[in-house]
């Protein structure tokens, strides 16, 4: 089944035949694997084996900051064009040296939703001998089924590997995606096996070792239900979506669309500063969620619209829940955070801080944690919390969002029969 779905992507995506392919668990892991193979390429004893690193642009999935930090490989991030948010070729072409080890595109790119000039890229990854994955995690399952699409695939030469999930425009159960090499050689790198202990020979082909065949069945019997046609009726679905959500923006006053979307996601942005977070909770109380995405280097921060062809009958009604929230909202006061909090926001050393700090600004944002010690209660409004966030420098959101994590992943008190699962 795995194969089948392979060859069937491996087909979409105009692979050649030496094409092959791994399932994994989701867009991460293949692009984590993507980035170890590549890591585990370079020749021994070669700067790249020694120092590797990875060329992005800054609009790449934040999977490739975690393979980074995960595989010792150094981001080095390019700045996208600040109209179109698409990756300048330019100067990541100059940014490739001998240590880097990859270089990255995306189709579309999850913040903005614009395809990266691929062919450009792939040619100045190909001058220098090194590779180019293309993050199609989000557009591999919908560009193959929409006609002009500017080239993004197998057919751009100079594409080592593309990532392209199932569980998300396959319209399959999470925990299925799946990486293609262009060859078996490219691939190598992310199989491990090893017979150095007592136990039975591990062979892996992912970072998982036993593995569910759950996902993969249920994917396959998805794609033989949709097939072709099914595929690109849903695909046409969700793009005329995107494209009837960016029309009606026009004529809601406050809101823009920040770059023209090559797929069906979308970036809504708002004239007054924080209005898109106020806009999030007005949706959510409407009974429609959107993400929040925090401004970063030329990108104001965003509303981020991910559209489906169970959206496409929606359409109206969510324009005008939009309409009716950006009317809410811009009548209410701007959402501010006070000079006071924002100096200590910025006075703050994230290294530095205890659990008992990071308690401490947690309650001062709103987000509580019952005494007796388990669970977190986030407030029903987030804008005042995304707010904070974005007066906070990188390093500080990254502390306080995991501070958060690791709240709300406790077990309940033992004396606390409602949660128990054997009721005690
Ligand atoms: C472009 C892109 N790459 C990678 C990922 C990560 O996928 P996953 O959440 O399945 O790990 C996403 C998720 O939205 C994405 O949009």
Redesign the pocket.
């Known amino acids: 089944m795995e194969q089948d779905l392979v060859a069937f992507a491996r087909d979409l995506l105009h692979g050649p035949e030496t094409t092959v392919g791994t399932a994994t668990s ?4 293949s ?1 984590l694997m993507a980035v170890l193979a590549a890591r585990d390429a370079s020749p021994r004893g070669s700067v790249a084996a020694a120092r590797p690193s990875m060329v992005l642009p800054s609009t790449a ?1 934040a ?1 490739f900051r975690k393979a980074a930090h995960y595989f010792g490989v150094r981001p080095v991030v390019v700045d996208v064009d600040p109209v179109t948010y698409r990756a300048k070729p330019g100067a990541m072409a100059r940014a490739i040296d001998d240590t880097t080890i990859l270089v990255v595109a ?1 189709a579309p ?2 913040a903005h939703g614009v395809i990266d000039p691929v062919p450009a890229i792939a040619a100045a990854a190909a001058t220098r001998g090194v590779r180019c994955h293309v ?1 199609a ?2 557009g591999g399952m919908i560009l193959p089924f929409l006609d002009g699409v500017r080239p993004w695939d197998f057919a751009v030469e100079g594409v080592t590997s593309v ?1 392209v ?1 199932l ?2 425009y396959g319209y399959a159960p999470k925990g299925i ?1 799946l990486l293609l090499h262009r060859t078996p050689a490219l691939r190598r790198g992310h199989y491990f096996a090893t017979a150095d202990w007592p136990g039975y020979t591990m062979l892996n082909t992912t970072a998982q070792s036993t593995k569910s065949g759950g996902p993969v069945a249920a994917a396959w019997a998805v794609a033989r239900v949709l097939g072709h046609e099914g595929y690109a009726a849903l695909a046409r679905s969700a793009r005329q979506a995107c494209l009837d959500i960016t029309r009606g923006v026009g004529g809601i006053p406050g809101i823009d669309v920040v770059a023209t979307p090559d797929s069906t996601l979308l970036a809504l942005s708002s004239t007054r500063s924080g209005d898109v977070y106020l806009l999030a909770d007005e949706l959510a109380d409407r009974g429609w969620f959107v993400q929040p995405q925090l401004p970063y280097a030329a990108s104001p921060a965003t509303l981020h619209l991910s559209l489906s062809a169970a959206t496409a009958p929606l359409v109206p009604e969510f324009l005008s829940a939009l309409a009716e929230a950006a009317d809410t909202v811009s009548s209410g006061p701007q959402l501010t955070v006070g000079p006071g909090i924002a100096g200590v926001l910025a006075a703050l050393d994230p290294a530095s801080l205890t659990d008992a700090m990071l308690d401490g600004l947690l309650a001062a944002s709103g987000v509580s944690a019952p005494t007796d010690g388990s669970g977190l209660a986030l407030p029903r409004r987030m804008a005042p919390i995304n707010a904070l966030l974005e007066c906070a420098r990188i390093p500080l959101r990254e502390a306080l969002l995991l501070a958060v994590l690791d709240r709300l992943n406790r077990p309940a008190a033992a004396s606390d029969q409602e949660s128990c699962l054997f009721g005690r």
């Open positions: 989701g867009g991460t892991e692009i999935h999977a995306s790119s999850y993050d995690c989000i990532s999930d569980h998300k995606s």
